[in-house]
Nanobody, 125 residues
């Protein structure tokens, strides 16, 4: 059974850090780009970051550039999202998703075929 499982969310104060993990099972991540998305209450889902299959190419939304870092460890079949300098507006459910492509083509839902269940990130004092 193909599955993506996110973990690492939680409550953090503004300015704090969290590292999210996206662990794959039932398939190997080596051949796929992986995207991170988030959805805040009452807002549409937005693409946050993407990493190519090799890890050699990454992309970030303007809202997180310079604060978030995406990485992957194909040996562990896991993709990470390091989030620093967190702001209250980063509060959302964060999802990872597998692209059917091996490089980042964008964040349109049609580009991704498997999604995790999400992990809540709350930034609040």
């Amino acid at each position: 059974q193909l599955q993506l499982v996110e973990s690492g969310g939680g409550l953090v104060q503004p300015g704090g850090s969290l590292r999210l993990s996206c662990a794959a099972s039932g398939f190997t991540l080596d051949y796929y780009a992986i995207g991170w998305f988030r959805q805040a209450p009452g807002k549409e889902r937005e693409g946050v970051s993407c990493i190519s299959s090799s890890g050699g190419s990454t992309n970030y939304a303007d809202s997180v550039k310079g604060r978030f870092t995406i990485s992957r460890d194909n040996a562990k079949n896991t993709v990470y999202l390091q989030m620093n300098s967190l702001k209250p507006e980063d509060t959302a459910v964060y999802y990872c998703a597998r692209s059917w492509a091996d490089y980042c083509k964008g964040y349109a839902a049609a580009l991704y075929d498997y999604w995790g269940q999400g992990t809540q990130v709350t930034v609040s004092s």
